[in-house]
T-cell receptor, first 116, second 113 residues
């Protein structure tokens, strides 16, 4: 079956511009996660959706970052007034949700964002 | 707070040697889950294994084995008879319930032919 897909694969933008990054999770996965990976680092958590609602947005660095998942499937990460420090690979993951938790998170290929 | 430490930044071994990647974690939760992911040069994170905090049995899968020790808060990963295709960055991660993964900084493993 299809895995997690992310578009675009690469995005180059200028400082101050607005960008949207899209994630299509695995069908039926209720949990969706966004992470950011800078060069030489591990992925860092941004936000987690359970269905349509953001269950944890504690990783969003500031109010320029916002994410939505209006129908509980596709999610869009939105970055306003981009800064050079936003340059990174943005990873999306999805998983089943069970009462016990600890389910495997399936990752997409990422979107490489470059802010010039 | 949760924290994962992978002290080895880079490791190089000659093909067919065994190699162990270290992972030490910190958490106050009594129920938690530990993971290893592989990130090959293509960039996509590939799940390798998950353990819960109540299962300290070591696990072997082909050339891969994992040693989980709660007493030392460690979850180490050994590759036996390494191959060039094992070259990648390996991440150890921790989570509680259905929540976010906390990753270590990764270990870059290079297998020299």
């Amino acid at each position: 079956g299809a895995g997690v897909s992310q578009t675009p694969s690469n995005k180059v933008t200028e400082k101050g511009k607005y960008v949207e990054l899209r994630c299509d999770p695995i069908s039926g996965h209720t949990a969706l996660y966004w992470y950011r990976q800078s060069l030489g680092q591990g992925p860092e958590f941004l936000i987690y959706f359970q269905g349509t609602g953001a269950a944890d947005d504690s990783g969003l660095p500031n109010d320029r970052f916002f994410a939505v998942r209006p129908e509980g499937s596709v999610s869009t990460l939105k970055i306003q007034r981009t800064e050079r420090g936003d340059s990174a690979v943005y990873l999306c993951a999805s998983s089943w949700t069970t009462s016990g938790g600890g389910n495997e998170q399936f990752f997409g290929p990422g979107t490489r964002l470059t802010v010039l | 707070a949760q924290k994962v430490t992978q002290a080895q930044t880079e490791i190089s071994v000659v093909e067919k040697e065994d190699v162990t990647l270290d992972c030490v974690y910190e958490t106050r939760d009594t129920t938690y889950y530990l993971f290893w992911y592989k990130q090959p040069p293509s960039g996509e994170l590939v799940f390798l294994i998950r353990r819960n905090s109540f299962d300290e049995q070591n696990e072997i899968s082909g050339r891969y084995s994992w040693n989980f020790q709660k007493s030392t808060s460690s979850f180490n990963f050994t590759i036996t008879a390494s191959q060039v295709v094992d070259s990648a960055v390996y991440f150890c991660a921790l989570n509680f319930g259905n929540e976010k993964l906390t990753f270590g900084t990764g270990t870059r493993l290079t297998i020299i032919p």
